[in-house]
C-alpha cells in the first residue's frame, strides 16, 4: 500500500511560480511511476505530468515548457515546479502513482493510488 500526500498549493498571480510536493509512503518509492493530475471545476480531470520510475517524462501539451516534473527518491518524494503560471492552470492538484516501469500514461485509471490534492489558484 503506498499513501501519497501533496502539499504546495496556494494563491498565485498570473507568470509566478508554484512548487508542488507529493510525498510518499513505503520503501520502494524508487519502482513507482508517478504523475499529477488536475481538475478545475465544471471539468474532467486533466493530465499534466508523468515520471517514470527510471527518468522518462512527459509532459501535457498545454504545460510543456512551463512545468517540471521531478523526484527524489532519498526523500520519497516528487515535486512539479509550476512557472509562468496562468489562469487556466487553476485546478485542484493531485498526485498519482502505480508500480513501474511501464508505458507513459495520461488517464486516471492507469494509476493505483492517489493523494487527496492541493488547490492552486491563479489571479489574472
Known amino acids: 500500500q503506498v499513501q501519497l500526500v501533496e502539499s504546495g498549493g496556494g494563491l498565485m498571480q498570473a507568470g509566478g511560480s508554484l512548487r508542488l510536493s507529493c510525498a510518499a509512503s513505503?520503501?520502494?518509492?524508487?519502482?513507482?511511476?508517478m504523475a499529477w493530475f488536475r481538475q478545475a471545476p465544471g471539468k474532467e480531470r486533466e493530465f499534466v505530468a508523468f515520471?517514470?520510475?527510471?527518468?522518462?517524462?512527459y509532459y501535457a501539451d498545454s504545460v510543456k515548457g512551463r512545468f517540471t516534473l521531478s523526484r527524489d527518491n532519498a526523500k520519497n518524494t516528487v515535486f512539479l515546479q509550476m512557472n509562468s503560471l496562468k489562469p487556466e492552470d487553476a485546478a485542484v492538484y493531485s498526485c498519482?502513482?502505480?508500480?513501474?516501469?511501464?508505458?507513459?500514461?495520461?488517464?486516471?485509471?492507469?494509476?493505483?493510488?492517489w493523494g487527496q490534492g492541493t488547490q492552486v489558484t491563479v489571479s489574472s
Open positions: 515520471r517514470r520510475s527510471d527518468g522518462i517524462t
Open positions: 513505503g520503501r520502494t518509492f524508487d519502482s513507482l511511476d
Open positions: 498519482a502513482a502505480r508500480w513501474g516501469p511501464s508505458q507513459i500514461a495520461t488517464t486516471p485509471d492507469r494509476y493505483t493510488y
